[in-house]
């Protein structure tokens, strides 16, 4: 990914922000009144307005520094979802077997993360390349594998190697467990901060969005 920060947005005020994942369908109606839908993206793509987490003059100073040092839309940045951040449910801890991430042949030693959604009509296979640092644990056929040992992960792009000679074998499960983070970016260059309203209680908004690898 070019012109890529590996830093984290404010955590504290991330925590606050508003937003979620966005698809685009085209839906076109017949003159009999039946529907027809289709996607032009395979994958969803996620927005927030980090506005609703800046509570104080100090978070907006915050939020104002790391907007001029990713010099608005040209460099993009780790965001915390603080709903989808994890392979596991909502407080329920990290577990080796969480995600499926693909089956061994013998000789394949890479594999990416990826976490699944739903699972009964049509599930989702969201990648994920930017996992948070030391939280990825492996299992092959359900037994955890030692990281740095077993396996090493680039924590730039989601990818796990297996060391030489530790390639899962022919039709083993693998399985992943991880916490994650999401490469965004501003989604503008100019960030309108109006001190009068801000202190009668008006947030500024601030427009984040998911960006590709």
């Known amino acids: 990914m070019s012109a890529f920060h590996e ?4 955590l504290d005020i991330a925590l606050g922000a508003a937003g979620g994942p966005e698809r ?16 032009r ?7 927030w307005d980090a506005g609703y987490g800046v509570k104080n003059l100090a978070a907006l100073s915050e939020v104002v520094a790391f907007f001029e040092e990713r010099r608005g839309r040209l460099y993009g940045f780790r965001w915390r979802d603080r709903l989808d951040h994890s392979s596991a449910p909502p407080a329920v801890q990290i577990s080796p077997r969480d995600q499926h991430i693909g089956h061994g042949d013998g000789a394949r030693r890479s594999f990416s993360l990826s976490k699944t959604y739903g699972g009964m009509h049509a599930p989702y296979v969201r990648p994920i390349s930017k996992p948070v640092q030391g939280s990825v644990r492996i299992a ?8 740095g040992t077993d396996f090493t992960v680039d924590y730039t792009t989601g990818t796990v190697l297996f060391a030489e ?15 994650f983070d999401v490469p965004v970016r501003f989604d503008t260059d100019f960030l309108e901060v ?3 309203a801000f202190a009668a209680g008006d947030i500024p908004r601030i427009p ?3 960006i590709r690898p």
Do not use: H, K, Y
Request: hydrophobic share 40%; no cysteine; proline share 5%.
């Open 208 to 210: 984040l969005i998911e």
């Open 140 to 147: 092959v056929e359900e037994v955890e594998q030692v990281a």
């Open 194 to 196: 109006n001190l009068s």
């Open 7 to 10: 830093i984290l947005f404010p």
């Open 41 to 47: 993206l395979a994958d969803s793509r996620r927005r």
């Open 165 to 179: 000679e530790r390639a899962p074998p022919e039709g083993a499960m693998v399985t992943a467990g991880f916490m």
């Open 24 to 39: 685009v369908t085209q839906v076109v109606t017949t003159a009999s009144g039946r529907e027809e839908r289709n996607t």
